[in-house]
């Protein structure tokens, strides 16, 4: 094996650094460099299997909610709540949890690490889904509700930056993105799930709906075992006072990546100076994001306020529409769901390479103003009242093809945009501001124009999201960034970094 690198090369600067005052060293490093240039190997889709994974609890969690509404409003149910309050309110509280969650445990993730916080969450997961099943009344469901979003948000931070920072620059963009997606996985899982578990011939009406909530546990278990042999993040270490660990760490995954690849890793030249420290404060933070990266920051939250807005009011309302306006029997709108998940998870996996081969911008754009667009052209056909519970599920497959690949591309987008000490945070305030406004009130609005039972009321719905999708797309094509290929620390330089004439050695 040829894992050529330079030793890192320390020289003090008598500079304050971190919280304590210390004085502080200056760290020579080829770590960046040396994880991009790594072949793919079995070592890398362990990382996806343990972290990326998590996204298919997500899907199930949500499909499950959606489509058990009716189920749960039943008499027999044990649980007084009607469908409104499950599709309304309890949507809005999980969402209103995973807000709380991502700027909570993000702000921690980038303070102790990807992998500490990584496991935190999934645990908190685990818990609270755990205690779902156990439901007895509305409000200790809703309460079980916002605290399992809690820790899905808090996964969204810690994993899309532990992901980024792991996954190698020239295929971070299809990855990131076939990850994301399978959120959808787990919403073709759910929405199976749903049918067996909805049928009283096989599952008492009290019974079904907590068995599937077990699902998720069961789930979330096997990734547990399966996350705990995920590394922590080098390039993490590396700003964080951890230089020689750091160092240790990438010597190991060089060595097993070569040994399962069987060949010899290329000598690298980029290297990067670091100034090693302690802490660094929200206030910083916040204030480089601000100062140095305000167009960025607008993308982020139109990206974000798009996709939110569409996918928080179809997952949680998709059933409703099937209910209300085509008559479809409960039992059977996992049937129609499960297509939609499936075109949803084929959009990124089958556009995902050209994310990084033509390029963000130009994908980004293109898939958020054509979903945008078919969904016009959808609500019209449904205001006209030319579509049936199939042909409307055909149509939104097709919109949602696009649409998903695009809002993928967003936590991809903020995630590789930022400097690496506050990645994580930047991605929960995205996802908490981007969410809080469309995924709390999409669900709130969508759910009251589609429960009034006026096809023009679910008309101006669908046209609102396909407004905002249309939006965001036209940001991204104004504004967005070419990040296809290109490594983190040339996309944003680490806070730590510093020039080569502070560091005192050639950079």
Request: charged share 15%.
């Amino acid at each position: 094996m040829d894992a050529q690198h330079t030793p890192p090369s320390r020289t003090p600067t008598g500079a304050s650094g971190g919280t304590s005052g210390t004085v502080t060293d200056v760290v020579r490093t080829q770590i960046p460099a040396r994880l991009d240039r790594l072949p793919w190997s079995r070592w890398h889709w362990r990382i996806v299997i343990g972290l990326g994974t998590v996204w298919i609890l997500d899907g199930l969690e949500v499909t499950i909610v959606g489509n058990m509404a009716s189920r749960l409003a039943e008499q027999g149910s044990g649980i007084h709540i009607s469908a409104a309050q499950v599709t309304t309110w309890a949507a809005a509280l999980y969402v209103a949890g995973a807000c709380c969650g991502a700027l909570f445990f993000g702000h921690l993730t980038d303070r102790f690490g990807r992998k500490r916080l990584f496991m935190i969450t999934l645990a908190v997961y685990l818990s609270a889904t755990a205690l779902t099943a156990l439901s007895w009344t509305a409000w200790f469901f809703f309460l079980c509700r916002f605290l399992t979003g809690l820790g899905i948000g808090g996964e969204y931070a810690a994993i899309n930056s532990a992901i980024d920072e792991l996954i190698p620059a020239r295929a971070r963009g299809r990855i990131d993105l076939i990850i994301n997606g399978s959120f959808w996985i787990g919403a073709a899982v759910g929405a199976l799930a749903s049918i067996v578990l909805l049928n009283t011939a096989l599952f008492a009406t009290d019974l079904g709906w907590r068995l599937a909530f077990g699902i998720g546990v069961v789930l979330g278990l096997v990734i547990l075992l399966v996350r705990r042999q995920v590394p922590e993040s080098p390039r993490w270490l590396l700003t964080h006072g951890r230089a020689k660990e750091a160092e240790r760490l990438v010597d190991s995954i060089e060595h097993e990546v070569s040994e399962e690849t069987g060949h010899d890793l290329e000598p690298v030249r980029d290297e990067l100076a670091v100034q090693q420290r302690g802490v660094i404060g929200f206030t910083t933070i916040a204030r480089t994001v601000l100062r140095d990266y305000p167009r960025r920051g607008l993308l982020g939250l139109a990206l974000f306020i798009g996709q939110a807005f569409l996918y928080n009011s179809v997952t949680f309302g998709y059933a409703v529409i099937l209910t209300t306006f085509f008559k479809t029997p409960t039992g059977d709108t996992g049937y129609y769901f499960v297509v939609i998940a499936i075109g949803n998870f084929l959009g990124p996996l089958l556009l995902g390479r050209y994310f990084d081969t033509v390029g963000r911008k130009p994908l980004i754009a293109g898939t958020y103003i054509l979903s945008g667009l078919l969904l016009f052209g959808t609500a019209a056909l449904f205001q006209n009242g030319i579509l049936t519970a199939a042909t409307m599920t055909a149509c939104w497959t097709v919109v949602l093809f696009f649409a998903s690949a695009g809002a993928s591309a967003a936590y991809l987008t903020v995630s590789e945009i930022f400097p690496l000490e506050t990645r994580a945070l930047c991605i929960a305030l995205f996802y908490a501001v981007g969410t809080a406004l469309g995924g709390i009130t999409g669900p709130l609005l969508f759910n009251g124009l589609v429960s009034s039972g006026k096809p023009a009321d679910t008309t101006l719905a669908f046209c609102i999201g396909a407004g905002l999708m249309c939006a965001a797309g036209l940001v991204e094509a104004a504004i967005g960034v070419r990040a296809e290929r290109r490594s983190l620390e040339d996309l944003a330089a680490p806070l730590s970094a510093v020039p080569a004439s502070a560091s005192g050695v050639e950079a």
